[in-house]
């Protein structure tokens, strides 16, 4: 191969589409008020009340826009709200994403420890965990963590209903000439294939 070849190769460029994050996504991988009560009681710690930080936000996210109702236009506070509520689900996403990493990790050091042919997984000295105890308190933190993020963003979402009227959705950048950009990267492709 050629080295211009490989320029032409390392310049062709790969565009990632990114989906954008709904509140869908948040149920799906933060866990419900049922399954956090069963984390706390299975690991002692404290139940959180769900449904006053789902209220405690949407309360506080319709002060706010009342607050700033005569300062904005309509359109100008569903922007802001929109990029608040963004953010309130961003959060409690990527605390989703983290917890779904923390099983995982707990679920494969308790598949080792199970193994009695191994050395490195063993308890631990008297009075200590074992790694893979530790490794599920912290993925039962980490789920707690998740669904207290879930409910601020499902009250933020619920607050944004009832101020704009009509239901959250992500906000997505509309590209401005959509064909020029699939008829310019068919036309590097079709560059590098040439050499």
Same mark, same amino acid.
């Given at each position: 191969?050629?080295? @211009?070849?490989?320029? #032409?190769? =390392? +310049?062709?460029?790969?565009?990632? !589409?990114?989906?954008? $994050?709904?509140? %869908? ?74 917890? @779904?990493?923390?099983? #995982?990790? =707990? +679920?494969?050091?308790?598949?080792? !420890?199970?193994?009695? $042919?191994?050395? %490195? ?75």
């Amino acid at each position: 191969m050629s080295s @211009s070849t490989r320029s #032409t190769k =390392a +310049k062709a460029r790969v565009v990632q !589409l990114r989906k954008s $994050t709904t509140l %869908e996504m948040v149920r799906l991988c933060c866990p419900n008020g049922r399954q956090a009560t069963l984390i706390s009681e299975s690991f002692g710690l404290s139940i959180l009340d769900s449904d006053g930080i789902r209220e405690f936000h949407e309360r506080s996210l319709t002060e706010s826009a009342d607050t700033l109702s005569e300062g904005l236009s309509e359109k100008a506070m569903q922007i802001h709200l929109q990029r608040i509520v963004g953010s309130h689900v961003g959060s409690a996403i990527g605390a989703g994403q983290f917890y @779904s990493k923390a099983v #995982t990790e =707990a +679920k494969n050091a308790t598949a080792k !420890l199970a193994n009695d $042919t191994r050395d %490195e997984d063993i308890d631990g000295p008297v009075g200590f965990d074992s790694k893979a105890q530790r490794k599920r308190e912290f993925a039962a933190e980490m789920g707690l963590q998740a669904h207290a993020l879930r409910m601020a963003a499902e009250g933020a979402v619920a607050a944004y209903e009832h101020i704009v009227g009509e239901s959250w959705k992500p906000y997505e950048r509309q590209t401005e000439n959509p064909g020029q950009t699939v008829n310019r990267q068919a036309a590097d492709l079709q560059m590098a294939a040439l050499g």
